[in-house]
């Protein structure tokens, strides 16, 4: 069974503060990772997708990856309360096209 | 390019009855996926369909089907509706390739009663 674990929340942050997301995965085999943000209501849209150990930087956001550890995280800087969203872990291994979601973090982020 | 566009936005039914959701991927995207959310099991991959194929298959029963015409528009078919099938079904478009990007369309709200 293949799993996306992701940091329980809810978590708040003060506006303008770095906000922190985890993910862990177990299958060792995984190649894509994504971040997606999701408002209550609405449906799942891109931040982030990474591919290779390391980070991956566009704008406020920054994507970290570690397959040694099985890992994969987002750091949101300088946050904002239109931040305030669930963020979802996805993860999508070997030939499948499926993606594997986290159960997702809701971040709030507190003017 | 427009968007991935899903129809109906909302939809209520009752037990038993049967219910098709409809999905067109992004201009050029091949592929289509479909996803069940709910808020106890989070979002849960249906069936993925590619060139009028289906080429994987979630954990879901035979009431969930689909199917993808020519043109990649796509059509998610529950028979026999039960109350825990209400849902958030999403749709989610790509060009077909392994690890892409999926991008998700608005969703289709059902609710069963």
């Known amino acids: 069974q293949k799993e996306v674990e992701q940091n329980s929340g809810p978590l708040s942050v003060p506006e303008g503060a770095i906000a922190s997301l985890n993910c862990t995965y177990s299958?060792?085999?995984?190649?894509?990772f994504f971040w997606y943000r999701q408002y209550s209501g609405k449906s799942p849209e891109l931040i982030m997708s990474?591919?290779?150990?390391g980070d991956k930087e566009d704008g406020r956001f920054t994507a970290q990856l570690n397959k040694a550890s099985q890992y994969v995280s987002l750091l949101i800087r300088d946050s904002q309360p239109s931040d305030s969203a669930t963020y979802l872990c996805?993860?999508?291994?070997?030939?499948?096209?499926?993606?594997?979601f986290g159960s997702g973090t809701q971040l709030t982020v507190l003017p | 390019k427009a968007g991935v566009t899903q129809t109906p936005r909302y939809l209520i039914k009752t037990r038993g009855q049967q219910v098709t959701l409809s999905c067109s991927p992004i201009?050029?995207?091949?592929?289509v996926s479909w996803y069940q959310q709910t808020p106890g099991q989070g979002l849960q991959f249906l069936f993925e369909?590619?060139?009028?194929?289906?080429?994987n298959k979630g954990n879901f029963p035979g009431r969930f089907s689909g199917r993808q015409f020519s043109n990649s528009r796509s059509e998610m078919n529950v028979s026999t509706l039960e109350l825990g099938d209400s849902a958030l079904y999403l749709c989610?478009?790509?060009?077909?390739?392994?690890?892409?990007?999926?991008?998700f369309g608005p969703g289709t709200r059902l609710l069963v009663l």
């Open positions: 299958d060792r085999v995984s190649q894509s």
């Open positions: 996805a993860v999508n291994s070997g030939s499948a096209r499926q993606l594997t």
């Open positions: 990474i591919y290779s150990n």
């Open positions: 989610a478009s790509s060009q077909g390739t392994s690890g892409e990007t999926q991008y």
């Open positions: 369909y590619f060139s009028e194929t289906q080429r």
């Open positions: 201009s050029g995207h091949r592929s």
